[in-house]
């Protein structure tokens, strides 16, 4: 399948409980939709399609860190982890790993710590969702450097 044309994928609702491995060999896939699932972890091969730019896994079962591995997908334009059970801290690269990057959902996790303090000016972030976690400390000043920027909710934190 490693010369598949698939480009975009839609499996939400599949009562999946892992992420089917034929996805790994899918060269092409640009869109990647796996919502509304029983996911309970991301496999480490998730990091290595560079060619998506849109990846929607929320309303899973999440658990742990988000990698910073996922840093590795410059051409993400969309992510969405929202309405998971993910903890630890929001990765520092999230804010600055991608020009093409404009929504970062996080929302309905148990991530803790800071929020990151990297917003690179010349980014593309228009929205950011953090609410509905366990985040705490100052908001970032760099989030003057977004022009772009038009929604950013950090509601229902510490």
Same mark, same amino acid.
């Given at each position: 399948?490693?010369?598949?044309?698939?480009?975009?994928?839609?499996?939400?609702?599949?009562?999946?409980? +892992? !992420?089917?491995?034929? @996805?790994?060999? %899918?060269?092409? =896939?640009?869109? &990647?939709? #796996? $919502?509304? *699932? /029983?996911?309970?972890?991301?496999?480490?091969?998730?990091?290595?399609?560079?060619?998506?730019?849109?990846?929607?896994?929320?309303?899973?079962?999440?658990?742990? +860190? !988000?990698?910073?591995? @996922?840093?590795? %997908?410059?051409? =993400?334009?969309? &992510?969405? #982890? $929202?309405? *998971? /059970?993910?903890?630890?801290?929001?990765?520092?690269?999230?804010?600055?790993?991608?020009?093409?990057?404009?929504?970062?959902?996080?929302?309905?996790?148990?991530?803790?710590?800071?929020?990151?303090?990297?917003? %690179?000016?010349?980014?593309?972030?228009?929205?950011?969702?953090?609410? /509905?976690?366990?985040?705490?400390?100052?908001?970032?000043?760099?989030?003057?450097?977004?022009?772009?920027?038009?929604?950013?909710?950090?509601?229902?934190?510490?």
């Amino acid at each position: 399948m490693t010369d598949s044309r698939i480009r975009v994928l839609g499996l939400g609702s599949c009562n999946f409980v +892992e !992420i089917p491995t034929f @996805i790994r060999d %899918l060269s092409n =896939l640009v869109l &990647l939709t #796996l $919502s509304d *699932n /029983n996911v309970t972890s991301l496999p480490n091969w998730l990091w290595r399609k560079t060619s998506l730019q849109i990846l929607d896994i929320s309303h899973n079962s999440l658990t742990g +860190e !988000i990698s910073p591995t @996922i840093c590795n %997908l410059k051409s =993400l334009g969309h &992510l969405d #982890l $929202s309405f *998971n /059970n993910l903890s630890g801290n929001v990765p520092s690269c999230l804010g600055n790993f991608s020009q093409s990057l404009d929504t970062l959902m996080l929302k309905g996790n148990k991530l803790s710590g800071i929020i990151p303090q990297t917003y %690179l000016i010349g980014n593309s972030l228009k929205m950011i969702d953090l609410s /509905n976690n366990n985040l705490q400390g100052q908001l970032p000043r760099a989030l003057v450097n977004n022009r772009r920027l038009e929604y950013f909710d950090v509601s229902h934190n510490s």
